[in-house]
């Protein structure tokens, strides 16, 4: 069992950064595809970055996030900057050993943590 907590989340003015953590612990997933989701208030959770082999980015935060793993660390970070309202939502960390893309590609989940841009 593999248990995930992000933190890093709060209140943010457009054009600002955070940084999203997820610590791990129950077994190192250095081996994990890792991946960041988020779920906006009255919409479906939508996949935002991932890395495993290859880093993934969904189009609307390219240049704008970063996703970087430590593994020493068991820890992986989601880098947001110049946010913008529209990434206002609850983000999640996901550990998984088979696609990208998909929430069904990934086992284990963290609780969220929210991330909210005003204007």
């Known amino acids: 069992q593999v248990q995930l907590v992000e933190s890093g989340g709060g209140l943010v003015q457009a054009g600002g950064a955070l940084r999203l953590s997820c610590a791990a612990s129950g077994h190192t997933f250095s081996g994990y595809t890792m991946g960041w989701f988020r779920r906006a208030p009255g919409k479906e959770r939508e996949f935002v970055a991932a890395s495993g082999r290859s880093t993934y980015y969904r189009d609307s935060v390219k240049g704008r996030f970063t996703l970087a793993r430590d593994n020493a660390k068991n820890a992986v970070y989601l880098q947001m900057n110049s946010l913008k309202p529209e990434d206002t939502a609850v983000y999640y960390c996901?550990?998984?050993?088979?696609?990208?893309?998909?929430?069904?590609?990934?086992?284990?989940w963290g609780q969220g943590t929210q991330v909210t841009v005003s204007s």
């Open positions: 996901a550990a998984g050993s088979g696609g990208y893309f998909s929430e069904r590609d990934y086992d284990y």
